[in-house]
């Protein structure tokens, strides 16, 4: 159990409540995906978040976002330097 939870708190933020969970106000960068999220490295997005994380930047994911509904990509608000589709 301890490893399960462990992972999920390692795991990149892809809701704002998830960002508040670490203390975060906003994001540095916020790459989004039109494919789900899945935490490995075969995964690009996931692959440049982890260097991104590595290298001190808060980064978070938004996974599959209604395309028809512009708020859908407001969620987790405006990244402090940018955006990646």
């Known amino acids: 159990m301890a490893a399960e939870s462990s992972v999920q708190n390692n795991s990149l933020p892809t809701n ?3 960002m508040k969970t670490r203390g975060w106000e906003e994001l540095d960068v916020l790459f989004i995906s039109g494919d ?35 708020q859908a990509f407001k969620v987790m608000g405006r990244p402090r330097l940018f955006a990646a589709i």
């Open 36 to 70: 789900a999220y899945i935490d490995h490295p075969a995964f690009g997005s996931s692959l440049l978040a982890r260097l991104l994380v590595a290298a001190g930047y808060r980064v978070g994911i938004l996974a599959q976002p209604d395309w028809k509904n512009p």
């Open 16 to 18: 704002r409540q998830e």
